[in-house]
């Protein structure tokens, strides 16, 4: 979950009052009854001198009337039932835009709301309950978030690219941010999230995983290092290999694994359909579904096309370097690699579907809306997200590992994916750009949020807090 501010270490009595509070003296048990937790030989000592001498009658009392309190809150008419919109409602303050948990006849009783809460499979109803939510105090996290995008929005630096024509016409003033827990909670800010924009970048790891997932083994061909020189620069590694996936040569390697022996209708279905997955959006081209707003971006592609000269001569020059996957040897089609990898930098997504997929993500492969497993390996999500750590930002790269320390990726349309493992996505568009091909304003937010959450992923170090990865708690 999302830690609290990064304050000052407390002192030795306030650590010892926190260690008191995480020992619960009740649990829940395989069977949904309630029994008492005999775990420690100091059970006296963790409890409160008020819960010393409860005996187990007491304690099942004091939870029943705890879900009772909840169920009144929840029960807006006192009718005794919880509606369909009260659950709605409710779950709404969590940041939960649909309601997942289905009130049978329209309606739930306590006794059936009891089950709900009891339950041995973890539900968000049960958790927003219990506090272990991705984001628990998401209202007042929010609020938070809301001053600093603000603050941030006031920043008017940078430039619009113009070295991809389509992109200059962007209006410098949007600036839009989502964020998709792995819960599924959501939020937005900014007059920019609904603005569609092309992926550029961004598909990248995408891509990267799509091959994966068809068994191409990628770092046969790709290394895993940074370059420390622009993303589209003519260099390989030692190995005559791109130096990750994640510059403009790694991503024409990716680009030329996705089913080569398909046709480019096919391929394009194929990533195109995969990204929608991961975003939690139909499957199909031609969707009318109003949430799906993955789309393709004709002026773009056929701007990009006419103005590919550098992709061209990248892949000229890692074919005059013997690089697997582009040679002749590889049936490699140079045209059809380039028309592929344009179309798919030419997808396009607001930051709502893109903090989905970033979500996705940071969910080990399974989307939180739908729950559907989108990648199958877990090595997959693993590798990727380790070279966005490290390969992500480009010649970036090392300085934002020092002053955020998350996975991301950037696109130079003015878009920025974030992954918090195990908590949530987040997904910036603003199209001002600095002279790395990152958006500032992006940049500065993340640099922000960093530094009041404490989000590194060495952030517990600072804390003095072991970060348990399995249940995702600072303990």
Known sequence: MIPQENNELGSSSQASSSSQQSNSNTI?????TLRASLSSSNLLSMLQPSQRFETLEDIVNRKKQELKTKFEEIDLDKDGFITQEDLKRYLSKFGFSRCPIICHGGRMTFVEFTQWMTSDKPNILQKSFTGQLAIPNFQDFCKDLSKMFALVHQNDKGILPDYIPELANADPSLFGLS??????????FGNGTKKVFTLQH????ILYCLAREQGADLHQFIGREPSGLKFNAFSLNEEKKPHNPFVSTGGLVCASQIQPKNSSSKRFTNIYQFIQKMAGCPTTL???EDSSQISYSQCTY???KEHNDRNRALVYFMRSNGVKGITQDDGCDINDVLDFYVQTNS???????LSIIASTLA???????TG?????????VRDCLSLLYSCGMYDYSGTWAFTVGLPAKSGVSGCLMIIVPNVCGMAIYSPLVDKKGHSVRAVEICQMMSRKYNLSIFGGLMSGKLYNRKHNVFQ
């Open 28 to 32: 829940v048990g395989e069977s949904g």
């Open 202 to 205: 961004c598909v990248l790891p």
């Open 179 to 188: 964020l998709c827990s792995v819960d599924g909670q959501v939020a937005h």
């Open 347 to 353: 997808i396009s997504c607001t930051t709502r579907e």
């Open 372 to 380: 559907e497993r989108c990648i199958n390996d877990i090595h997959t």
């Open 363 to 369: 969910n080990s492969g399974i989307c939180p809306i």
């Open 286 to 288: 031609d969707s009318n």
């Open 302 to 304: 056929l701007s990009e």
